[in-house]
Nanobody, 122 residues
Framework: VQLEESGGGLVQPGGSLRLSCVAS????????????MGWYRQAPGKQRELVAV???????NYADSVKDRFTISRDNAENTMSLQMNGLKPEDTAVYYC?????????????WGQGTQVTVSS
Protein backbone atom coordinates (compact mmCIF):
# COMPACT_ATOMS: atom_id res chain seq x y z
CA VAL A 1 0.00 0.00 0.00
CA GLN A 2 1.27 3.45 -0.91
CA LEU A 3 -0.01 6.74 0.43
CA GLU A 4 0.48 9.90 -1.59
CA GLU A 5 -0.27 13.40 -0.38
CA SER A 6 -1.01 16.44 -2.51
CA GLY A 7 -2.31 19.96 -2.11
CA GLY A 8 0.47 21.62 -0.15
CA GLY A 9 1.87 24.99 -1.06
CA LEU A 10 2.45 28.57 -0.02
CA VAL A 11 -0.48 30.51 1.42
CA GLN A 12 -0.86 33.80 3.25
CA PRO A 13 -1.99 33.90 6.88
CA GLY A 14 -5.73 33.52 7.09
CA GLY A 15 -5.84 31.56 3.85
CA SER A 16 -6.98 28.02 3.13
CA LEU A 17 -5.55 24.85 1.67
CA ARG A 18 -6.98 21.40 1.09
CA LEU A 19 -4.66 18.43 1.43
CA SER A 20 -5.51 15.09 -0.10
CA CYS A 21 -4.15 11.60 0.48
CA VAL A 22 -4.71 8.71 -1.89
CA ALA A 23 -4.10 5.10 -0.92
CA SER A 24 -3.07 2.86 -3.80
CA UNK A 25 -1.36 -0.41 -4.51
CA UNK A 26 -2.38 -3.61 -2.80
CA UNK A 27 -5.61 -2.19 -1.37
CA UNK A 28 -7.95 -4.88 -0.18
CA UNK A 29 -11.69 -4.41 -0.25
CA UNK A 30 -12.14 -3.72 3.45
CA UNK A 31 -9.16 -1.36 3.84
CA UNK A 32 -11.44 1.36 5.16
CA UNK A 33 -12.89 -1.05 7.73
CA UNK A 34 -9.47 -2.01 9.01
CA UNK A 35 -7.36 1.14 8.95
CA UNK A 36 -7.88 4.39 10.78
CA MET A 37 -6.29 7.35 9.04
CA GLY A 38 -4.73 10.57 10.16
CA TRP A 39 -2.66 13.61 9.33
CA TYR A 40 0.58 14.42 11.09
CA ARG A 41 2.90 17.35 10.65
CA GLN A 42 6.50 18.12 11.39
CA ALA A 43 7.92 21.60 11.56
CA PRO A 44 11.68 22.24 11.31
CA GLY A 45 13.43 21.32 14.53
CA LYS A 46 10.28 19.85 16.07
CA GLN A 47 8.88 16.40 16.59
CA ARG A 48 6.18 15.01 14.34
CA GLU A 49 2.77 15.70 15.87
CA LEU A 50 -0.73 14.43 15.29
CA VAL A 51 -3.00 16.96 13.60
CA ALA A 52 -6.21 15.01 13.12
CA VAL A 53 -7.46 11.44 12.97
CA UNK A 54 -10.52 9.86 11.43
CA UNK A 55 -11.36 6.37 12.54
CA UNK A 56 -12.95 3.51 10.67
CA UNK A 57 -16.35 4.40 12.05
CA UNK A 58 -16.00 8.04 11.06
CA UNK A 59 -15.28 9.58 14.44
CA UNK A 60 -12.68 12.33 14.45
CA ASN A 61 -10.23 13.96 16.82
CA TYR A 62 -8.15 17.08 16.39
CA ALA A 63 -5.15 18.63 18.03
CA ASP A 64 -6.22 21.59 20.15
CA SER A 65 -4.15 23.89 17.97
CA VAL A 66 -6.24 23.17 14.87
CA LYS A 67 -9.73 22.65 16.31
CA ASP A 68 -12.40 24.73 14.61
CA ARG A 69 -10.01 25.52 11.75
CA PHE A 70 -9.22 22.13 10.18
CA THR A 71 -11.64 19.43 9.03
CA ILE A 72 -10.63 15.85 8.27
CA SER A 73 -12.71 13.62 6.02
CA ARG A 74 -12.38 10.37 4.11
CA ASP A 75 -14.01 8.75 1.10
CA ASN A 76 -13.99 5.04 1.78
CA ALA A 77 -15.10 4.11 -1.71
CA GLU A 78 -12.13 5.93 -3.23
CA ASN A 79 -9.66 5.21 -0.41
CA THR A 80 -8.90 8.89 -0.07
CA MET A 81 -8.62 11.26 2.85
CA SER A 82 -8.64 15.04 2.95
CA LEU A 83 -7.74 17.81 5.34
CA GLN A 84 -9.45 21.14 4.81
CA MET A 85 -7.37 23.82 6.48
CA ASN A 86 -8.89 27.25 7.04
CA GLY A 87 -7.61 30.25 8.93
CA LEU A 88 -4.03 29.17 8.43
CA LYS A 89 -1.38 30.61 10.71
CA PRO A 90 2.40 30.82 10.33
CA GLU A 91 2.72 28.19 13.05
CA ASP A 92 0.90 25.74 10.80
CA THR A 93 3.96 25.72 8.54
CA ALA A 94 5.23 22.15 8.37
CA VAL A 95 5.51 19.05 6.25
CA TYR A 96 2.17 17.26 6.47
CA TYR A 97 2.09 13.47 6.37
CA CYS A 98 -0.73 11.07 5.66
CA UNK A 99 -0.90 7.98 7.87
CA UNK A 100 -2.96 4.81 7.94
CA UNK A 101 -2.79 2.62 11.04
CA UNK A 102 -4.34 -0.44 12.56
CA UNK A 103 -3.96 -2.53 15.70
CA UNK A 104 -5.40 -5.66 14.11
CA UNK A 105 -2.90 -8.53 14.48
CA UNK A 106 -1.35 -9.93 11.35
CA UNK A 107 -1.61 -6.72 9.32
CA UNK A 108 0.99 -4.03 8.71
CA UNK A 109 0.41 -1.58 11.51
CA UNK A 110 1.45 1.62 9.74
CA UNK A 111 1.66 3.22 6.33
CA TRP A 112 3.09 6.69 5.70
CA GLY A 113 3.15 9.06 2.79
CA GLN A 114 6.19 11.08 1.73
CA GLY A 115 4.75 14.35 2.96
CA THR A 116 3.65 17.62 1.43
CA GLN A 117 5.01 21.02 2.41
CA VAL A 118 2.64 23.67 3.75
CA THR A 119 4.09 27.15 4.19
CA VAL A 120 2.06 29.96 5.71
CA SER A 121 3.74 33.29 5.19
CA SER A 122 3.04 36.79 4.00
Amino acid sequence: VQLEESGGGLVQPGGSLRLSCVASGNIFTNFHRVYDMGWYRQAPGKQRELVAVIRRGGSTNYADSVKDRFTISRDNAENTMSLQMNGLKPEDTAVYYCNAFTTIPGLPSDYWGQGTQVTVSS
